[in-house]
């Protein structure tokens, strides 16, 4: 058994960027993913200079004379544009003497919440960036009892007694009946001091259909570079992606994606009715056949197993909002002697406004050069093919993006 690493240290440094670490004294070192990053190792002055070659991550880690345990420093490279905003982000959390981990695009934040103004502060910045952040903190039982005492004073002086609240995780949620409607300018109030979800206590709300639609939008990168450009860059908006015909997108955007060596295209368009707690899933893709070989080449097993994207969304009534809870699973055939599949997974929540457009998750994957050998079928299923091969004569890198609507039922 190897030896313990002491805990991670997350660095996050732009693309093209160097970065010098001090590393004296040093017995060894080994690096992870050296696509990523590359290095360089200063005998004289005991350094090492690592930089930011690729998109991506990568773990260092550092055997140090003198000490017991070795040190692991995790290494994600983003782009300048992230790189800002990850930063930033970063030091205002840690500011509060709460832990940050890195999972990007998202930041995920842990720790307790001790104080008011930790809590208060913490919940404005998490609302002003919930693309990014993640809330994975809890509550300090004491502050737990102090937010509920201040809020339940306020509700009580409005005459709102028949309102109930609770703190779930690291969520105050007040539950109020049809007859007791909370006053605009309350509300307001504990929304911004204390982040209050109100919800309202309806049985009819509560079993009322929705309405939602997914489209999952394909950006590709043309020419085997790292992908270039982002929804958000293009002259449209998040709400007219969902609604409008892909080729109106390119057109309007034509020579901006000629520029960058970029195509657009959409993958699928999933819809259908919802209600509270009671999931829907839906999957993009085919079963396929994996065949093992023997140490003489020959094949000795043929499994199917599902290549593609499942999507699981549930959603909880927040009285004029919705919050969205998804897991979503990208599996890929490879193209190795194993006939093994990867892949990558996901789950999350976020705050949904009805009728209001957003965007739910992305993932990323590298396509496989058009006109290859490797697992031929994938032309022949067209999902597949549309999902896993890539639109030229050399491997790409792609992003999904799934952009989500829900509204109520009668409405559609």
């Known amino acids: 058994m190897g030896a313990q690493t002491s805990a991670a240290e997350d660095i996050v440094i732009g693309k093209g960027e160097t970065l010098i670490l001090p590393v004296s004294p040093l017995l060894k070192f080994s690096v992870g993913n050296k696509e990523v990053l590359s290095y360089k190792f200063n005998e004289k002055n005991k350094t090492l200079m690592i930089r930011g070659a690729k998109i991506g991550n990568s773990e260092i880690v550092l055997w140090k004379s003198g000490e017991s345990s070795p040190q692991l420093k995790q290494i994600f490279v983003i782009t300048k544009m992230q790189e800002s905003k990850i930063l930033q982000l970063s030091q205002s959390v840690r500011s509060l003497g709460l832990e940050v981990e890195m999972s990007l695009p998202h930041i995920r934040v842990k720790g307790v919440l001790k104080t008011k103004f930790q809590y208060s502060t913490f919940k404005k910045l998490n609302k002003k960036h919930t693309d990014v952040l993640i809330d994975e903190t809890s509550v300090d039982l004491n502050l737990?009892?102090?937010?509920?005492?201040?809020?339940?004073?306020?509700?009580?002086?409005?005459?709102?007694?028949?309102?109930t609240c609770s703190m779930e995780g690291p969520h105050l949620k007040c539950f109020y009946p049809a007859n007791?409607?909370?006053?605009?300018?309350?509300?307001?109030?504990?929304e911004d001091e204390y982040a209050v979800v109100f919800v309202e206590m309806s049985a009819q709300k509560k079993?009322?259909?929705y309405w939602f639609r997914i489209k999952l939008v394909q950006l590709e990168q043309l020419d085997g570079e790292e992908l270039k450009l982002g929804l958000e860059e293009l002259s449209t908006s998040i709400g007219e992606i969902l609604s409008l015909p892909i080729n109106k997108i390119i057109e309007k955007n034509t020579i901006l994606l000629n520029q960058r060596k970029v195509s657009i295209s959409t993958l699928a368009q999933p819809q259908g009715i919802i209600r509270s707690m009671l999931p829907a899933e839906f999957q993009v893709g085919a079963e396929v056949p994996f065949q093992s070989f023997n140490k003489e080449g020959n094949i000795s097993d043929t499994k199917w197993q599902f290549a593609g994207l499942k999507i699981k969304l549930n959603i909880e009534n927040l009285g004029d909002k919705i919050q969205a809870f998804y897991e979503a699973e990208l599996t890929k055939p490879s193209s190795d002697e194993n006939g093994s599949i990867s892949g990558s997974k996901g789950k999350s929540s976020l705050v949904v406004e009805l009728h209001k457009p957003i965007v739910l998750f992305q993932m990323s994957l590298k396509t496989e050069a058009l006109g290859t050998n490797q697992l031929p079928f994938l032309n022949k299923i067209p999902l597949l093919g549309e999902l896993f091969k890539s639109k030229s004569s050399q491997n790409n890198f792609k992003t999904i993006t799934a952009i989500l609507e829900i509204k109520p039922n009668q409405e559609n």
């Open 207 to 209: 079993a009322q259909n």
């Open 180 to 190: 007791e409607k909370i006053s605009e300018g309350l509300k307001l109030s504990l």
């Open 144 to 163: 737990k009892k102090k937010l509920m005492a201040e809020v339940y004073l306020q509700l009580l002086s409005d005459y709102k007694d028949l309102t």
